[in-house]
């Protein structure tokens, strides 16, 4: 399995925005498909945002249009941008590796995580 390290989350005011990154071990990274889902205090962990290995992207609707995820593969980091940040986006936020079926994205190794809360 790939081994995912997070990074970039902390507390932000709403409207505020955070970078998260996520960076994984092994050599051919540019072949993977990679993911970010979170999971609420109470909830089930859901997607947030996939980006395939020639960068095509999906965001879940809650998301769409204040998060972009994107990748440098040089650096084998994704990464996922969040600007407009609501209290609702308070999470732990995971990075995982995954691949397609029926193209639908299932995670397949993931991160430890890292905790994103957005509050006044």
């Known amino acids: 399995q790939v081994r995912l390290v997070e990074s970039g989350g902390g507390l932000v005011q709403p409207g505020g925005s955070l970078r998260l990154s996520c960076t994984a071990s092994?050599?051919?990274?540019?072949?993977?498909?990679m993911g970010w889902y979170r999971q609420a205090p109470g909830k089930q962990r859901e997607v947030v945002a996939t980006i395939t290995n020639n960068g095509s992207t999906n965001y879940a609707d809650s998301v769409k249009g204040r998060f972009t995820i994107s990748r440098d593969n040089t650096k084998k980091t994704v990464y996922l941008q969040m600007n407009s940040l609501k209290p609702e986006d308070t999470a732990v936020y995971y990075c995982n590796e995954g691949g397609y079926y029926s193209r639908t994205y299932y995670p397949v190794s993931w991160g430890q995580g890292t905790q994103v809360t957005v509050s006044s």
């Open positions: 092994g050599s051919i990274f540019s072949i993977y498909h």
